[in-house]
């Protein structure tokens, strides 16, 4: 975190903070060496950080969340290691490219946050018999 902005209020100083955009990510070797209090505290921080960034644009006179396309879905999708990487492989693929975009007057700047966890076991067996009979939509709206 650096300070980005500061100003006195009732002789306090108020300081606003953002996140380094050159430390907004860890390697593979620095999370396998975190405690797992380690790892809910920053999960806790960018969950944070997340509800800031909404506030904020949610207190913008010209907020309109249909015309900015804001979405806040999650999907629950059962995926064997194969499928996890490919489909991490392909958000990737279909990010990436576009971290590179510069400020112009015709670009907003958007957050996106994937996040992956487990939530459930695989199950002792699978059922391929009423698999279609359960999946879902995504639906829509935010």
């Known amino acids: 975190m650096e300070v980005a902005l500061e100003r006195r209020v009732r002789g306090a100083v108020e300081r606003r903070y953002r996140l380094r955009r050159d430390r907004a990510g860890i390697t593979a070797d620095i999370a396998s060496s975190l405690s797992l209090d380690d790892h809910r505290s ?3 921080a960018a969950l944070a950080v997340l509800t800031a960034e909404f506030t904020a644009y949610l207190d913008r006179e010209t907020a309109d969340l249909v015309a900015d ?3 806040y879905r999650q999907h629950a999708v059962w995926l064997n290691p194969a499928e996890l990487h490919g489909m991490i492989d392909g958000m990737w693929k279909a990010i990436a490219p576009h971290l590179v975009n510069e400020p112009s007057p015709d670009r907003t700047r958007y957050l996106t946050r994937p996040s ?4 459930e076991a695989p199950p002792p067996e699978s059922r391929s018999d009423d698999t279609a ?3 879902q939509s995504p639906g829509t709206g935010i």
């Open 69 to 71: 396309l804001v979405g």
């Open 42 to 44: 920053g999960f806790a």
């Open 116 to 119: 992956l966890l487990p939530v």
């Open 133 to 135: 009979a359960h999946s």
